[in-house]
């Protein structure tokens, strides 16, 4: 028996709830079709629909073995992309990606311990939002990337959280601006540059929950990333922005006459980063990668292990809304 062609009409069967119609996604008859799964059943012992003359319905036993029949298609996707990879002359490339807030120290710390390793694979490194990476990531079109939590993690392995405090740029004439440290309420009445709610929807909310929570509702959000976009904003619109230490290195934050960047009071905002793989798929390359951005995150941006663990999912409901 060819399983994992079984499996594929299984899972097009269970997603369709009919089996004309996963006959012409797969490009088959029906009559084969049906002929094969029935064929899986009597293989593996149990009943993995019910039918009848107007529906067919998945049975238990069959919801249950739903997603194991997903995860071995994807792993039999990855062993024939990786077939591929080897035929066409490619077996040492590994797909990864860094999101666009990781300072340029970083990424050169990151590249420079991946060489160190030696291990003949080479690094196409890409710049992705957290949602760039987990569309492609599904897509098997990405093979390791590091993301903004909280995210949906369904289908990855994950390595090690890290946490990288966040503080405030803001204008130097602000009164906030004298501060060793900036309450979350001192920023009452200013606009928030923040980075598009697509690029990262989950870490959108979370960010904007926590600030209602702690008392700081923006007057209005704007939406930029880029360093000299931002400082625009931040100078024009009476506004301020939200980034790790790193990502305001000392030109901009110290000697800039006209911002300045101060940690927020009692730490309530972080990015939390993970380098994510999908599951079944991870491989030395991909453990090189995580451990290599790991000390450069270390070395460049001062993360620590986030402790205790916080949820890595959406929460169910957002509690500020624009």
């Given amino acids: 028996m060819d399983l994992v062609r079984h499996l594929e009409c299984f899972v097009a069967v ?10 012409e996604r797969l490009g088959m008859a029906q009559p084969p079709l049906s002929q094969r ?3 899986l059943e009597r293989h593996l012992g149990v009943r993995l629909f019910e039918r009848t003359s107007r529906q067919v319905t998945i049975t238990k036993a069959g919801t249950l073995l739903l997603d194991d029949a997903r995860e071995l298609l ?9 077939a591929r990879r080897i035929r066409d002359g490619e077996s040492g490339l590994l797909r990864a990606a860094l999101p666009p807030d990781i300072a340029g120290e970083t990424v050169a710390a990151l590249l420079d311990g991946f060489r160190a390793h030696r291990t003949g694979v080479e690094l196409e490194l890409r710049e992705l ?42 204008p130097r004439d602000a009164p906030a601006a004298a501060l060793t440290e900036v309450p979350l309420t001192a920023l009452t009445g200013y606009d928030l540059v923040l980075f598009h709610r697509s690029a990262a929807p989950a870490l959108h909310d979370d960010l904007l929950t926590t600030c209602a929570r702690d008392g700081y509702a923006p007057a209005a959000v ?13 100078l024009s ?26 940690p927020l009071a009692g ?56």
């Fill in 37 to 39: 799964i029935k064929g």
């Fill in 129 to 170: 939002t957290t949602a760039q990476q987990l569309t492609q990531l599904a897509a098997h079109d990405l093979d390791v990337g590091l993301i903004h939590h909280p995210c949906d993690v369904t289908g990855l392995e994950l390595g090690p959280v890290l946490r990288r405090e966040m503080g405030v740029l803001l």
């Fill in 14 to 23: 269970a997603e369709e709830s009919h089996f004309g119609r996963a006959a």
């Fill in 74 to 82: 994807g792993r039999s996707e990855a062993l024939l992309a990786t």
């Fill in 222 to 234: 704007r939406h930029g990333q880029g360093a000299s976009f931002v400082r625009g904003l931040i």
């Fill in 237 to 262: 619109s009476h506004a301020v922005a939200f980034g790790p230490r790193d990502a305001h290195p000392a030109p901009a934050a110290d000697e800039d006459p006209d911002l300045v960047w101060r």
């Fill in 267 to 322: 730490a309530p905002l972080a990015w939390r980063h993970s380098v994510a793989w999908p599951k079944g798929r991870g491989d030395t390359a991909v453990s090189t990668f995580a451990q290599a951005v790991t000390q450069a995150l270390h070395s460049t941006a001062a993360v620590t292990a986030d402790a205790p663990p916080r949820p890595l999912h959406l929460r169910p409901t957002a509690e500020y809304w624009l």
